[in-house]
């Protein structure tokens, strides 16, 4: 079989982005919780000894979903563009898991079943016989532990033998009824792609589609005959079917002893309980700051002295006037960025990436479900303020899993407000640094409560009621420093290759503008902004930088004051950062806002989150007396 396109399916949380990295290496940011994949990942590798596509698809229980995300998966399966499906399956929640197989069966796509999280399903007792399931579905089954890289090159060997799921026959009823649309459907030339059955259960179940009225006329007589039948909603009997169907397989194929209860178990007692698992939360996130902190400060300490003299050798050489001014403001803005940013900005995302993947970070959004509901949203709203710590983009874009829109523009206001990498390195290298840790963390306590909030206001002036949550809690499992270190370098990529080039120019202007005389009006036309806050005037163009990314403002903050950062007060370092805390998110973010909510309520977001940010650092002002 010729493969030139291969999509990864399967359930949310199965380990499908994991294996995708395996395969093709690192292109996406995977973590040990549902939802990170929003929109189709590509990538290369080697099958047969011929190049083909990868694609990672967004996670999916139906292909009768309907969040964006979701519906992300079913129009690619549904495009013609597929050669084959891999349907990564966790092999813990095998029975779960066959009826998204058995949708795949009505597709007639090639397919390989891949049985990962094999060391899970060993852990609770679950013995599973590949090759009688292969026989049962008629398609090739292979067993893989992706997070240790086992069972990957059976996997790509099984791919060239990929053959179309056998679909076990529904009960009479149900196969009359699909037997009567799917009669229907030659009369309908786009209802025969990718498959006629696939087109004739979704409509079954109550697909919306454009139908001439025979073809409507059949499907409603279908439905109507089987809703009087059994006395349900065809769409439930349907479902219902695929479940028993799934379990019988399961029951076939698989054996249950005794699980093992261990530590794991045990110490999600307490991570997990409903009044235990907050102070442990706090206490993580201490740990978390103290250790990014530490890091940061020692490596800024060790780096600076170098750094400095490297300056201080490159003022003498270059001389003085507008041209020395601008080579050696670029060196400084570079420098910077070396000394202040990296040293904080590593380590907290070596230790966020660390979090993800033991598992931590589902547990924390198990904990904060309920904090969600209190502010008027619901469940999956938990992912994208998650994902927010990393960076604001990748939340904004996975609001996309969220099915009502009311939730989609609440959760992305607000997620906005989250403190992303770039964030907190104003508020570890600022705040943390001069003020000290426990100040830090007042900021980020005071950010959730701010949050809090202003998700309760929204939600009062846009009523609504979201979906409750169904969050996956996957099982601990140790990081592997490959993983760590990959997922960190997709993270740090872009700091390093666009925010230290950005870094260099902008310093490299403002002190080709101090040498010209152009900074003092620039500072003035923004003193509008820094007089309220107690700011100093140089403050307005780094706050202006800020907006390109906010690790700018600090450095170019830096580059600005006489005396850099450390001639502010206190007070000032405080009030700078809960402004940035707050006001425009980086352009990048706003470009997802723009593509997600439209450019209306993006500019609507953008100019309320500025507003806040602005009143609470006045407030913060007076609080601390000045």
Known sequence: MNVRRIALVGQPNSGKSTLFNAIVGYRAVTANFP?????????????????????????????????????????FLLSGEVDAVVQVVDASLLGRSLELTLELAELGIPTVLCLNMM?????????????????????????????????????????????????????????????????????????????????????????????????????GDARAELGRGRGEDPGVILADERHAQAMRLFEAVAQVGQPRIGWRERLD???????????????????????????????????????????????????????????????????????????????????????????????????????????????????????????????????????????????????????????????????????????????????????????WALTKVLPGAGPGLILEIPPYRRPRGRNLLGKTWLRLRGFVMLALPLLAVSSAFLALAEALGWARWLN?????????????????VPLVLGVLRKELSLVMLEQALPGGVEALSWVQMIVFSVFVMFYVPCLATVGALGRELGWRRTGIVVLGTTGLGLVLALLARVALGT
């Open 35 to 75: 939802g990170t994949t929003v929109e189709a990942i590509r990538g290369q590798a080697n099958v047969g000894g011929h190049r083909v596509e990868v694609v990672d698809l967004p996670g999916t229980y139906s292909l009768l979903a309907d969040d964006l995300a979701e519906r992300v998966t079913r129009e």
């Open 269 to 455: 007692d307490v991570l997990m309980h409903p009044f235990l698992g907050y102070p442990v939360l706090v206490l993580v996130l201490l740990g978390m700051f103290a250790l990014v902190f530490w890091a940061g400060g020692t490596v800024e300490e060790a780096l600076s002295p170098w750094l400095t003299g490297v300056s201080e050798w490159l003022t003498r050489a270059v001389g003085r006037g507008p041209l020395a001014a601008f080579l050696a403001g670029a060196w400084e803005g570079l420098a910077a960025g070396i000394a202040i940013v990296l040293p904080y900005l590593i380590p907290f995302l070596l230790l966020l990436a660390f979090l993800e993947d033991v598992g931590y970070m589902s547990r924390v959004g198990y904990l904060l479900d309920g904090f969600m509901h209190r502010i008027g949203l619901h469940g999956k709203s938990v992912i994208p303020f998650l994902l927010g710590y990393g960076c604001t983009v990748p939340a904004v874009l996975a609001t996309r899993i969220l099915d009502d829109e009311r939730d989609r523009l609440v959760t992305a206001a607000l997620a906005v407000m989250v403190p992303c990498a770039g964030r907190t390195i104003v508020i570890m290298g600022l705040v943390g640094r001069y003020v000290g840790p426990a100040a830090a963390l007042l900021l980020y306590l005071g950010n959730i409560l701010v949050i809090a909030l202003a998700g």
């Open 524 to 540: 003035a036309s923004l003193r509008f902004v820094t007089w309220p806050m107690g700011l100093p005037a140089e403050a307005g």
């Open 119 to 219: 060391d899970e399903a060993e852990h609770k007792g679950i013995a599973i016989d590949r090759e009688a399931l292969s026989s049962l579905l008629g398609i090739p089954v292979v067993t893989t532990i992706a997070s240790r890289g086992q069972g990957l090159v059976e996997l790509l060997a099984a791919l060239p033998q990929a053959r179309p799921v056998q679909r076990p026959p529904y009960t009479p009823d149900v196969e009359r009824a699909l037997a009567r649309i799917v009669e229907a459907i030659p009369g309908n030339p786009d209802l025969q792609r990718p498959s006629p059955i696939h087109r004739a259960a979704q409509l079954l179940a109550g697909a919306d589609a454009v139908l001439d009225p025979a073809m409507a006329q059949a499907v």
